[in-house]
């Protein structure tokens, strides 16, 4: 390599395949207190031991996050949630812990009241833990090899665009991490919903890739009485649920809320199908859809790496069909409503 080239030399992160070569690794890695970003449905995690404070706060500087915004931590199955909670067996919660294990592996976070052996900083400082078993084969694998429990957020800068591909990772998050685990896109696209089972009836602090109705079905309760709705949510019940969240750097607003008269110079459209009937309506300079055939899960899947795509076309404005918010539509709406919070 001549002179030239190594100044020109750029650090990237190693990406490995979902062999076990690579999971052996990637596990030793996090023993030994280094950051492995990984797989899971929802999106990609940026994970650390969670027994070691000094692992976990490098998350947190990895990531620009704040320290009073606590972290999800995964696990392999249902023996292996005692790694990260003390539930008593005697309380509600321990009842509706198990009423929702029908939804694992998969997107659903469950709050209750955590191990003392996990480092202070994963919880920030509280008494209960978020806790999931995602239904990602690689994780799993991963999560099967480590005797321990893994903290992991989203693996992005914090208040950017969660990843969706291993490739988003490598590019916003390159000296910190030891090592990313391929395994594809994610197949849900948005974050898991997140119920707390710290009061009862429970209560929906996030909506995402579980949709709240399964959950009040199988609690046997109206949505109504589970998830209040978000402008009368007191802030302290989610403490990372700040109003500006999961937002491109560029301007966005949902369609319907700003005058097409407003519209600036460059203006983007994310529309809903290739049927949408907002197509006509201005002269897009750049239009994608998030879905081929309208339907919501195509569209959670997509969403995050259309919003990512926008982002890098210099535009002026995203607009994004909205849709219902019934269903998944809940947590589209939710992120839609984050990234536009700007105005
Ligand atoms: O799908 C997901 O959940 C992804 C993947 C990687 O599993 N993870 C994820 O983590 O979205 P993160 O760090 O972006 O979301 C953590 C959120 C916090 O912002 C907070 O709202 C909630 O989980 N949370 C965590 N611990 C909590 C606790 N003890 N009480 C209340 N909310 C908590
Ligand atoms: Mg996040």
């Known amino acids: 390599m001549s002179h030239g080239d190594s100044?020109?030399?750029?650090?990237?992160?190693?990406?490995?395949?979902?062999s076990p070569e690579s999971l052996e690794y990637a596990a030793k890695q996090l023993a030994s207190g280094q950051l492995v970003a990984f797989p899971t449905e929802t999106v990609y995690g940026l994970g650390a031991n969670a027994y070691d404070e000094s692992a976990v706060r490098r998350i947190f500087l990895a990531k620009g996050r704040p320290a009073h915004n606590p972290l999800i931590v995964h696990v392999a199955s249902w023996e292996q949630l005692a790694l990260a909670t003390c539930v008593d067996p005697a309380a509600p919660c321990w009842r509706r812990l198990q009423q929702l294990a029908i939804f694992w592996p998969g997107p659903l976070s469950v709050v209750v009241p955590r191990h003392p052996r996990l480092a202070p900083s994963v919880t920030a400082g509280l008494d209960s833990v978020a806790v999931r078993?995602?239904?990602?084969?690689?994780?799993?694998?991963?999560?099967?090899?480590?005797?321990?429990?893994?903290?992991?957020?989203?693996?992005?800068?914090?208040?950017?665009?969660?990843?969706?591909t291993a490739e988003h990772v490598a590019n916003q998050l390159v000296d910190e991490v030891s090592c990313i685990l391929d395994g594809g896109p994610c197949g849900v696209g948005v974050e898991s919903t997140i119920v707390s089972l710290l009061e009862d009836p429970p209560r929906i602090l996030r909506f995402g890739g579980l949709p709240a109705e399964q959950i009040a079905r199988q609690l046997q309760f109206p949505l109504g009485r589970l998830a209040m709705p978000p402008e009368t949510a007191p802030r302290i019940l989610a403490p990372g649920m700040l109003p500006e969240h999961y937002a491109p750097r560029t301007r966005l607003v949902i369609a319907g809320s700003l005058p097409l008269s407003n519209y600036p110079a460059r203006v983007g459209l994310l529309a809903w199908s290739p049927a949408s009937a907002l197509l006509d309506e201005h002269p897009y300079v750049s239009v994608a859809h998030l879905s081929l055939h309208g339907?919501?899960?195509?569209?959670?899947?997509?969403?995050?790496?259309?919003l990512r795509e926008f982002d890098q076309l210099g535009l002026d404005l995203i607009v994004v069909e909205g849709c219902e918010r019934t269903g998944l539509g809940r947590a589209i709406m939710d992120r839609l409503d984050r990234a536009a919070a700007r105005g």
């Open 7 to 18: 100044a020109r030399h750029v650090k990237q992160p190693r990406v490995l395949d979902d």
């Open 133 to 164: 078993i995602p239904a990602h084969p690689v994780a799993l694998a991963l999560l099967r090899r480590c005797d321990f429990p893994v903290a992991a957020p989203s693996a992005n800068p914090s208040n950017y665009v969660s990843p969706t």
């Open 295 to 306: 339907n919501e899960e195509e569209v959670c899947r997509n969403l995050f790496a259309r």
